[in-house]
């Protein structure tokens, strides 16, 4: 038998550590290069607007159902959905039974890729019910963290490149045609991609507060200050005032559905929701922790980092005459070219990417957690294997990315075999795994969680998890609350029916699935917006898939 059987699960020192490592795996790259870019491409304010909402009402909700679920079953998702789903779901055969069917008529159409996909799906539902939910969460985590890590590589990189003092570009074009180099070379692409890797199986094997505790509780505080120390730089260049603007002043004629639907698929990947991650981090969790105060924190903590990122980013940017709306390459292009033009350049630009790397680490090693603990858990693997052959795993996908990203003919048979099976192999693997796992996986993660918790656990249980070190908080009378009166008796009678707890159950039930299902909808294009608001016009510049930023 294996030691992991016999040890008792690993948990957290206590609030801040929780807090800090989910806030940790919370920002990451989503802040600080993907935020800052989309609100360039979805004209600033407004969109930031749009963001806020969709992290307060659809992203808190689901965020206090992923850590409700880990801390009740105290496994990983695929154990959790396993623990708590009803032995036999009518629904669930149902489901399997159809997806099962259209499959088997796919491929009777010679549909070969997708008949594939949906048959083996449609077993798996029959087989294993809500369970797969929890699967698709770990499958999650190998293709996120294929491609997060070829990006966390190029910060490794561009740090390095920064201290070289090799990132002097006078104008946006030699630091495009810079880039573009920097990926295509095999040697450095792979290389930053494994050493992060490497990082990251470093931190998870070390264990949850040997590990991914004590290196939050070093890394967070840092990133903290890290980002201030660029915004003050920032925002006082001379015609920062014009970035401050553009970041704050709402202009809703841009926006409209299509930019609605990416808030709110950026608010789930930015707050690490629908793969199981805070199902994971929850898991490591103790009963008497508050789990309405911890969302709240991490959920303020995370969007507080993108805000600050924006304005470590736009003020400068404008500063020098550049335009928001450059896409991807914002982070790995027009800044530096920002930077070199700064007194003490190469200071500001090694931090940034120090920064981001930070970010990246903490987010990484949530992904590599994810799949750890399955192994763990239901494979009993011990800890150290399972983070080494895991994280080995993960980083040979990465290598495809890394390659792939730069040319994908470069792995022509690859790319012909998908051809041929899917009818497209997209732009490049780098593509394929973060379409994969941010149009399907996530969005669909997210709605399977909200329909398990509001439906099947159902609200009930749920809230009785969340009142264990809760203080009774989500009975607390949401008026009264507001008021300021919620320790007054004459408010807390039980007859209040407009409690937190209530509001919650609400939106899991109703609001975050419908909401979710239309995002999907829209992502995988079976519901199509773009046509209906005539007034939306081109973003500033034309902005590539992110991957392919500077071909
Ligand atoms: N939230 C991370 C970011 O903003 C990415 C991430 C997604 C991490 C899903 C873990 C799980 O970059």
Redesign the pocket.
């Known amino acids: 038998m294996s030691e992991t059987t016999l040890k008792p699960r690993e948990h957290w020192s206590g609030s801040l550590g929780f807090i800090l490592a989910a806030a940790g795996?919370?920002?990451?790259?989503?802040?600080?290069?993907?935020?800052p870019y989309i609100t360039g491409e979805n004209g600033g304010g407004a969109f930031v607007l749009v963001y806020l909402l969709c992290i307060a009402i659809i992203g808190l909700p689901v965020m206090i159902c992923e850590i409700a679920v880990g801390r009740r079953t105290q496994r990983n998702p695929v154990g959790a959905f396993h623990e708590l789903s009803p032995p036999t779901s009518l629904v669930a055969h149902g489901i399997g039974l159809a997806v099962l069917l259209t499959g088997l008529s796919l491929l009777v159409f010679r549909t070969w890729g997708w008949g594939v996909v949906l048959t083996v799906l449609g077993l798996l539902i029959f087989r294993f019910g809500w369970t797969v939910a929890g699967f698709m969460g770990v499958l999650?985590?190998f293709t996120?963290?294929s491609f997060?890590s070829v990006v966390a590589g190029w910060t490794i990189g561009y740090i390095v490149e920064a201290l070289a003092g090799r990132l002097r570009f006078a104008e946006v074009a030699e630091a495009e045609s810079f880039f573009g180099t920097f990926m295509q070379d095999p040697r450095w692409a792979i290389g930053c991609h494994l050493v992060f890797m490497a990082m990251c199986v470093a931190i998870v094997y070390g264990g949850v507060r040997k590990g991914i505790e004590r290196w939050s509780k070093i890394l967070m505080p840092l990133l903290l200050l890290l980002i201030m120390a660029l915004i003050i730089r920032s925002v006082t260049l001379p015609g920062a005032v014009e970035g401050v603007r553009f970041f704050l002043r709402p202009d809703f004629s841009r926006i409209n559905a299509h930019s609605i639907l990416v808030a709110l698929g950026h608010a789930?990947?930015?707050?690490?929701?629908?793969?199981g991650?805070m199902i994971t981090y929850g898991s490591y969790m103790d009963r008497d922790q508050n789990i309405l105060g911890a969302a709240f924190s991490i959920v303020v903590l995370?969007t507080l980092i993108?805000l600050m990122a924006g304005f470590a980013i736009f003020p400068a940017v404008f500063a020098y005459g550049f335009r928001p709306g450059a896409g991807p390459g914002l982070v790995f292009i027009v800044l530096p070219t920002v930077f070199h033009r700064m007194p003490l350049g190469i200071f500001w630009a090694a931090l940034f990417f120090v920064l981001l790397l930070i970010?990246?680490l903490t987010?990484?090693i949530?992904?590599l957690e994810?799949v750890t603990a399955f192994f763990v858990d239901e494979r009993k693997w011990p800890r150290h294997r399972a983070a080494l052959v895991l994280g080995a795993a993960i980083a040979l996908l990465g290598v495809l990315c890394a390659v792939s990203v730069a040319d994908w003919s470069r792995l022509a048979a690859l790319q012909t075999t998908l051809t041929w099976a899917f009818g497209t192999a997209r732009d490049s693997f780098f593509d394929l795994m973060d379409h994969i796992?941010s149009n399907w996986l996530?969005p669909l993660g997210g709605l399977l969680i909200s329909v398990f918790v509001g439906w099947i656990w159902g609200t009930k249980r749920a809230v009785d998890e969340i009142r264990h070190g809760s203080q009774n908080f989500a009975d607390v009378h949401l008026v009264s609350l507001l008021a300021g009166l919620k320790d007054d008796p004459s408010h807390n009678a039980s007859v209040h029916i407009v409690t937190l707890a209530s509001l919650w159950g609400i939106f899991i039930r109703f609001i975050s699935p419908v909401a979710v299902l239309i995002a999907f909808l829209h992502t995988v294009g079976w519901l199509d917006f773009k046509s209906s608001p005539p007034e939306m016009p081109p973003p500033a510049t034309e902005a590539p898939a992110w991957p392919s930023a500077a071909e």
Request: net charge neutral; charged share 5%.
């Open positions: 795996s919370a920002i990451g790259l989503g802040n600080i290069w993907k935020f999650a985590g996120i963290l997060y789930f990947f930015s707050l690490s929701l629908g793969m991650a995370d993108a970010a990246a987010s990484g949530s992904l994810v796992s996530l």
